[in-house]
């Protein structure tokens, strides 16, 4: 029984995950429509903007259920990540659209810093997605 419920919180990782994947790659693929100047600054940060929230709490959510399952080492690999995630939303200056500012954005190379940002996370959750393939099909083998 408790191997049965090891493999649904990994499916559901996975799933989760495969959704990190795809914000990811979405952030990359605006930022740089940004970059090459095919959309301006204020659409650009708006579309990520409402992408901030949705990403932080599919994230906290698997943090959580690896830490409530006792899953140590993918708890402690994906709290990082969270914590990260957690700050940049809660550090937003106000007056700021969000974590992604138009007024902002070309200043100080931050376009390219939430550029590397999201790279690093598309690595960290392709990285992610594996050990979640891993695990669950290690839980429904020993089942």
Known sequence: RRRRMEAVV????????????????????TLSDLECDYINARSCCSKLNKWVIPELI????VTVLMLISLHWFIFLLNLPV?????????MVPSG?????????????GQLKSHMKE?????GFHLLCFFMYLYSMILA???D
């Open 96 to 108: 700021n659209m969000g974590v992604f500012d138009p007024t902002e954005i070309h200043n100080r």
């Open 10 to 29: 990994f499916v559901f990782s996975l799933l989760d995950c495969c959704a990190l994947i795809f914000l990811s790659v979405y952030f990359i693929i």
């Open 82 to 90: 969270a914590t990260w995630n957690i700050y940049r939303y809660v």
């Open 118 to 122: 999201a790279m690093i996370k598309l």
């Open 58 to 61: 599919g994230h906290t959510i």
């Open 140 to 142: 429904l083998i020993n």
